[in-house]
């Protein structure tokens, strides 16, 4: 299993929109609706932000949504606040009870 | 509250074993599917392994196949992984994290793991 592409870093000012992109495979991110999305500040355990493409966990603000379309899923981060600077890492359900992240997105908030 | 605590990890020589325990509370642990993801330093995460709620299904990712094993004690509330034959690539943070359906809805701290001579 090969990691799921995400870009290295993406940066925005407070109260502007960020969208982090994840490209896998037809064998993934295509064949499964069961893409999730971390938070991971640094030093800290990932926190679950996003799970099955678009739903949030309790607590999550409604600021962060996800969406896929074909192969390539992508987490918005709207109104921007400085405590979303962290890294992201998408994850896709690959089957037979595997799964396989992304390489991380570094998120800067100028 | 959803906890789980591991331990374990420290500094082992090319080849050697170790034995990573999680300890899980707040929750009903036997209810749960159960996972290792791990964290290279400075680099992405990477799933390890997965065992079923009742331990009858086990599955492992490529690169850890035939060295490393999951296990639980249900009446322990706790998970673990025994690691053989380690590399210097299994260098990382090793995190259990709880299985809410096809995506990890509680980690762990982690527990750091270094192959070195």
């Known amino acids: 299993q090969s990691a799921l592409t995400q870009p290295r870093s993406v940066s925005g000012s407070p109260g502007q929109s960020v969208t982090i992109s994840c490209t896998g495979t037809s064998s993934d991110v295509g064949d499964y609706n069961y893409v999730s999305w971390y938070q991971q500040h640094p030093g800290k355990a990932p926190k679950l932000m996003i799970y099955d493409v678009s739903k949030r966990p309790s607590g999550v603000p409604d600021r962060f949504s996800g969406s896929k379309s074909g192969n390539t899923a992508s987490l918005t981060i709207s109104g921007l606040q400085a405590e979303d600077e962290a890294d992201y890492y998408c994850?896709?359900?690959?089957?037979?009870?595997?799964?396989?992240f992304g390489g991380g997105t570094k998120l800067t908030v100028l | 509250e959803v906890q789980l605590v591991e331990s374990g990890g420290g500094l082992v020589q090319p080849g050697g074993s170790l034995r990573l325990s999680c300890a899980a509370s707040?929750?009903?642990?036997?209810?749960?599917?159960m996972n290792w993801v791990r964290q290279t330093p400075g680099k992405g995460l990477e799933w390890v392994s997965y065992i079923s709620s009742s331990s009858s299904s086990i599955y492992y990712a490529d690169s850890v196949k035939g060295r490393f094993t999951i296990s639980r004690d249900n009446a322990k509330n706790s998970l673990y992984l025994q690691m053989n034959s380690l590399r210097a690539e299994d260098t990382a943070v090793y995190y259990c994290?709880?299985?809410?359906?096809?995506?990890?809805?509680?980690w762990g701290q982690g527990t750091l793991v270094t192959v070195s001579s």
């Open positions: 994290a709880r299985a809410a359906a096809l995506h990890f809805d509680y």
């Open positions: 994850c896709s359900y690959a089957g037979s009870y595997t799964w396989v």
């Open positions: 707040g929750f009903t642990f036997s209810s749960y599917s």
